[in-house]
């Protein structure tokens, strides 16, 4: 397999800059300020708008709290659907929708 | 030294994905190496990626002949959704630029999900100690899948093990009626994404359900 090694690295890379680029452009709001130029609102008035305590700007910030059930049903429905670029239903498509009544009847699949 | 108690409950709580990770990274050492990667280098990916839709969509376009830079895409359109989901987690890290990057780093899928307190912000010493657990799990796996004993990870339905993790966090996520609105909302999106967008897109679009929030 040609080019392995560099794929590897280049993969590597990409991963570091995707999961660390979100991190480093928003820090919390109260960061000493030799390492937070980024903050476009003097910091007094950060505590002044409530949806702001998270540190990002207000609007950002109730995006945010809003991003969990449309990633997670996401993620839900493409592992236990998509092939590729099919839709298909598989045994796998069954187990969870199994798995997702009986959580839904408030019984656990977890191994606690 | 005292481990801090959050680490090891998140270490504790995040032995069940663990195991998860296990078998799916299991099953990606034996299908690297089928599909001609040397043992060590699937290894070192795993150690040093430790994404695997990234690894898995990056090596099956190595394996289909395609080239470095379309490896490269696979994993980063993958991996895109890890773009949102550390907007969310930055202002709950301390320190510099780099360190807040690097802390970025414990970020999958489950830690992310099940480290969030509701309110727009994270417990990252519980997601450190979740994400851990995970990751020699995942490296561990990987090892012992290169040297493969062949299990079909398919076959025997274990990558149902997946999502239903995610199924059961979403459940607990959907306490109120506009909470599964957006759910379905993303799940209907990321569906009808997936004939026409290349994989991983579905995903991230779905994010993009949250911008209502942007309405007062």
Not at chain 2, 11 to 35: C, K, M
Not at chain 2, 94 to 114: C, E, I, K, T, Y
Not at chain 2, 171 to 187: K, Q, Y
Request: include cysteine; glycine fraction near 12%; charge should be positive.
């Amino acid at each position: 397999m040609r080019h392995l090694w560099l794929t590897v690295a280049l993969v590597a890379l990409v991963t570091f800059v995707i999961k660390g680029l979100g991190p480093a452009l928003f820090g919390p709001p109260t960061s000493s300020p030799s390492s937070s130029p980024e903050s476009a609102s003097p910091p007094s008035a950060a505590g002044v708008d409530g949806a702001d305590r998270a540190g990002l700007p207000a609007p950002l910030a109730r995006v945010v709290l809003l991003l969990a059930p449309p990633l997670l049903a996401a993620l839900v429905v493409t592992n236990a659907l998509a092939d590729g670029d099919r839709l298909a239903v598989g045994a796998d498509t069954l187990g969870v929708a199994t798995a997702g009544v009986l959580v839904w009847r408030g019984l656990t699949v977890l191994p606690a | 030294m005292p481990v801090p108690p959050r680490l090891r409950q998140g270490l504790r709580d995040g032995v069940p994905f663990a195991a998860a990770s296990f078998l799916l990274s299991f099953s990606f050492g034996a299908v690297a190496t089928a599909a001609g990667v040397p043992p060590v280098a699937a290894v070192v990916m795993s150690a040093v990626v430790y994404a695997g839709s990234a690894q898995f969509a990056s090596i099956a376009v190595l394996a289909a002949g395609g080239g470095v830079g379309s490896a490269v895409l696979a994993a980063a359109l993958m991996n895109s959704r890890f773009l949102a989901m550390g907007v969310a987690l930055g202002p709950s890290l301390p320190g510099g630029r780099l360190r807040r990057a690097v802390q970025g780093q414990a970020v999958v899928d489950s830690s992310w999900a099940m480290a969030a307190r509701g309110d727009g912000t994270f417990d990252r010493t519980w997601l450190f100690g979740h994400s851990l657990a995970q990751y020699v799990c995942w490296v561990a796996g990987t090892a012992l899948g290169v040297v493969g004993v062949g299990v079909d990870v398919q076959a025997l339905g274990l990558d149902a093990v997946f999502p239903t993790f995610f199924l059961a966090l979403l459940l607990a996520e959907v306490r109120t009626r506009s909470r599964v609105g957006l759910a379905l909302a993303g799940a209907g999106l990321a569906l009808a994404l997936v004939p026409v967008a290349p994989p991983g897109v579905p995903v991230l679009a779905a994010s993009a359900v949250a911008l209502v929030g942007l309405r007062r």
